[in-house]
């Protein structure tokens, strides 16, 4: 993992925690241990499935970047799809609070796709390669040209 691939998945994950955090206090506080237990599955269900997909988009750009924006819109369509079929297997557990799960599922996820939105704005990731100084070639000057 190079380190602006590094930097980005750090700057979406810890905002993505903390929210996570608040939910496992909320889902403690409002379910009980369940609701807490709920919350942190959710939590970390996200970060896992958003990390990932973070890691496959990085690779997709630096090997084929011609297809990195469809690659990214796939991406974040099965990763929500899939989220929506976690989230229909366990809404008749007795495992864990299925609400607290279902709203720290959706308040990580949009904290994720957020922070993320926000963490490429504010990198600064060259699109073009510029020229080192070695490669290249004095241009004439004068009335030689």
Do not use: C
Not at 13 to 25: D, E, K, L, R, W
Not at 39 to 60: D, K, P, S, Y
Not at 86 to 96: E, N, P, Q
């Amino acid at each position: 993992m190079q380190s602006n691939d590094a930097r980005m998945f750090l700057h979406t994950a810890v905002p993505t925690a903390a929210v996570g955090v608040i939910a496992v206090v909320a889902g403690a506080v409002l379910a009980g241990g369940k609701g807490a237990l709920g919350a942190a599955f959710g939590t970390l269900l996200v970060i896992l499935f958003m990390g990932l997909g973070l890691i496959v988009l990085q690779r997709t750009a630096r090997s084929l970047p011609h297809l990195f924006q469809a690659m990214g819109l796939m991406l974040y369509t099965t990763q929500l799809l899939a989220l929506a079929i976690v989230l229909a297997v366990f809404k008749d557990t007795t495992l864990f609070s299925v609400k607290a799960f279902g709203f720290a599922l959706l308040a990580t996820t949009l904290v994720w796709v957020a922070a993320q939105a926000r963490a490429h704005m504010k990198a600064k990731i060259l699109y073009v390669e510029p020229e080192s100084t070695e490669e290249r070639k004095p241009e004439p000057t004068g009335s030689a040209a």
